[in-house]
């Protein structure tokens, strides 16, 4: 909790030892006096319970503050997560999961571009089974999160997507996260524990114009044609997969 939460609970928690002990007093003044006692008991019994529904109070106005702010994105979704077609751009949050945070169940994101968020894009805290198919996650100017991280009890499966410009690709702190068939440019791979197919690689993914945000691929992309057939029929702009002679990386098929 920060300072100010911290410092108002111990000040409660002092005055609840001042009503205990003036509880004991008057436990002893009963028992030399025991007649006119009960106002006296009862006003301390409503001062101890007063001082402690306050900080019952302060604690969970802490804790709401807390996830609050550990959870900031563009989106929080709490129940099944269900993407296909779709942008995050240049969503801003100081912690992991700039654009998406997933508190929910299963989920699936196909076709989808994640670009320039700051805090990273995506931050799974589920305790489902999710995939990621064709996406491609392109970090800000200056990247200081991973693209996507892992942070729960659920499971993560990406594929044929590609990911350039950020400090991690794939973070896993807690979960179950496997990768194949997926580029990573100016990123590091991953980081913690991933099950990692034979089919990916570092590679330049050569967009048709990043700077002007245009991430679509051009002809010198080394994400062209080296896709699994995970029956997406269409990409982002509703062109067929495959456009040529194979199936291409990312949520743009050349």
Request: aromatic residues 8%; glycine residues 12%; hydrophobic residues 40%.
């Amino acid at each position: 909790f920060n300072a100010h939460a911290v410092r108002h609970l111990n000040e409660l928690g002092h005055r609840l030892e001042a009503r205990v002990r003036g509880l004991e007093e008057a436990l002893e003044i009963w028992s030399e006096n025991p007649d006119g006692i009960e106002a006296r008991l009862q006003r301390c019994l409503d001062d101890y319970d007063a001082a402690l529904r306050q900080r019952h109070m302060t604690l969970f106005s802490a804790l709401e503050e807390e996830i609050l702010v550990a959870h900031s994105a563009a989106v929080q979704v709490h129940g099944s997560l269900w993407l296909t077609d779709t942008q995050w751009l240049n969503n801003q949050s100081a912690q992991p999961g700039g654009a998406l945070v997933h508190l929910g169940g299963d989920g699936r994101i196909v076709n989808s571009l994640f670009a320039r968020n700051s805090g990273g894009d995506l931050t799974f805290e589920h305790d489902g089974a999710a995939e990621i198919l064709h996406a491609t996650f392109v970090g800000p100017d200056t990247p200081a999160h991973a693209a996507l991280t892992s942070d729960g009890g659920g499971s993560i499966s990406v594929q044929n997507s590609l990911f350039s410009g950020h400090l991690t690709a794939l973070d896993v702190i807690t979960g179950s996260v496997s990768e194949d068939y997926n580029l990573f440019h100016a990123t590091a791979p991953v980081s913690g524990t991933v099950s990692q197919g034979s089919h990916s690689f570092v590679g330049n993914p050569a967009f048709v114009d990043a700077a002007g945000g245009n991430f679509h691929l051009s002809a010198n992309s080394e994400a062209l044609n080296v896709a699994a057939d995970l029956g997406i029929a269409t990409d982002f702009d509703g062109e067929a997969r495959s456009g040529g002679s194979g199936i291409d990386f990312g949520y743009d098929e050349t």
